[in-house]
């Protein structure tokens, strides 16, 4: 994806994203750590994984909010979309609900060519694809006011 970020935004690459790489190694150890220490915690019945579900789509639409409010490095994943937001002139939410959906299509179509059937894709997964571009985009709102105060101050 680093390689679609230059080439879509060419001289307006910041090199300081080549650091993608170790950002990702060490956000992917800590999530096979939170994991790790979560194994153990069944959720039991439909509502009660919703909820969960719903709990983890705040969650992640807080953290990609941040993540690109702050204009530090990002994971691959947003560094793609505000590659487009940047080389197209999108907004930010709208791009990343097309990239999410896009990537949740992918693997549909992917698992069924390969396996036969729907693995790995659920409700949930959508549901994420969809909300977290939104949750996001509402977060957005206050820190940018935040941002604005505290710069003017």
Not at 47 to 72: D, Q
Not at 93 to 104: H, I, N, S, Y
Not at 112 to 117: D, E, G, I, T
Request: with cysteine; proline share 3%; aromatic share 8%.
């Amino acid at each position: 994806m680093r390689t679609v970020q230059k080439h879509l935004l060419r001289r307006n690459y910041e090199l300081i994203q080549l650091i993608q790489l170790p950002v990702a190694l060490v956000f992917g150890t800590l999530t096979d750590g939170a994991v790790w220490a979560i194994q153990g915690i069944a959720v039991q019945g439909y509502s009660a994984r919703w909820l969960v579900c719903a709990v983890g789509i705040l969650l992640v639409g807080v953290g990609v909010s941040f993540e690109v409010t702050a204009g530090v490095v990002t994971l691959a994943g947003e560094g793609m979309v505000l590659a487009v937001c940047r080389a197209f002139g999108t907004p930010f939410p709208k791009t990343r609900v097309g990239f999410d959906v896009t990537l949740v299509v992918i693997a549909s179509v992917l698992s069924l060519l390969f396996l036969h059937r729907l693995e790995g894709v659920r409700e949930g997964t959508v549901a994420a694809a969809i909300l977290v571009g939104m949750v996001a985009k509402q977060v957005n709102r206050p820190m940018q006011r935040f941002s604005r105060r505290f710069l003017e101050a």
